[in-house]
């Protein structure tokens, strides 16, 4: 059944129109993206993406000619780092945002990376089934319409012994839970005023976490979509963590 209704952060709108309000968000936020990851991390996304592909590699035995998938990619962070670790595999970079592939395409050619690029949604995937031997998507399921349906479709595009890997912020330990609100819908949209010139995108990004599901409810989510094995991983207390799906 087609998904009529999404939460864009706070609010329930229909899909369609998540879709045009998140492509606004990002059509705003691209150029300053990378920048304001640092900013609103500390730095500290950096280290969970090399924890993501460090967990990725132990827990899958990919060949050195990995054909790998990173959906909703961005500026190509996952991308790079999976080349890092695998030289010979051949990454494709996607996203469903033009403005942000493109700051991901110029960052890696600047890099002197040259790997493809492919503009497309991750509900409704251009591949083949069981083409590649890894999917990641860091930080961008929260942003899609319909999860289960992605999910489903990293799941089909999957090759058996594929792994895929989901790193999502997720729902932070309750000691840490008030300091974690303040900041995020006190500090961050402010951060993303004086930076981005975008509070409002922002805020947004804030809501979004929040309304993410929590570490068991897509550990489930991932098992439905038909993946064989979930398990997880919390980094920073439960801020983000690394869920990885496994097909046999």
């Known amino acids: ?129 069981k083409r590649f031997h890894a999917v990641s998507i860091g930080f961008g399921l929260r942003n899609i319409t319909d999860k289960e349906k992605a999910l489903r479709e990293m799941r089909r595009v999957l090759k058996p012994g594929g792994i895929a890997l989901v790193l999502e912020f997720s729902r932070v330990k309750k000691p840490l839970a008030p300091f974690y609100d303040f900041y995020s819908f006190k500090i961050l949209p402010k951060l993303g005023r004086l930076i981005a010139n975008d509070e409002a995108s922002y805020r947004y990004l804030a809501e979004s976490i929040r309304m993410h599901p929590d570490q068991e409810t897509l550990k489930t989510m991932m098992l439905n979509a038909g993946f064989d094995q979930v398990d997880y991983h919390n980094l920073t207390a439960g801020i983000v963590a690394v869920h990885l799906g496994k097909v046999r």
């Not at 999404?6 to 691209?30: I, L």
């Open 1 to 129: 059944m087609k998904k009529t209704t999404a939460d864009f952060g706070f609010e329930t709108v229909a899909a369609d129109d998540k879709k045009k309000r998140v492509a606004d968000v990002f059509d705003s936020v691209a150029s300053k993206y990378d920048l304001m990851n640092d900013l609103m991390s500390v730095g500290l996304h950096r280290r969970w993406k090399n924890a993501a592909i460090a967990l990725a590699h132990l827990s899958a035995h990919l060949p050195e000619d990995a054909h790998v998938l990173d959906l909703a990619g961005g500026t190509g962070d996952l991308t790079r780092r999976f080349l890092k670790k695998y030289p010979k595999a051949t990454a494709v970079l996607s996203d469903i945002n033009n403005a942000m592939l493109r700051e991901g395409r110029k960052i890696l050619l600047n890099r002197g990376i040259a790997t493809p690029v492919v503009q497309c949604n991750a509900e409704a995937l251009p591949f083949p089934d």
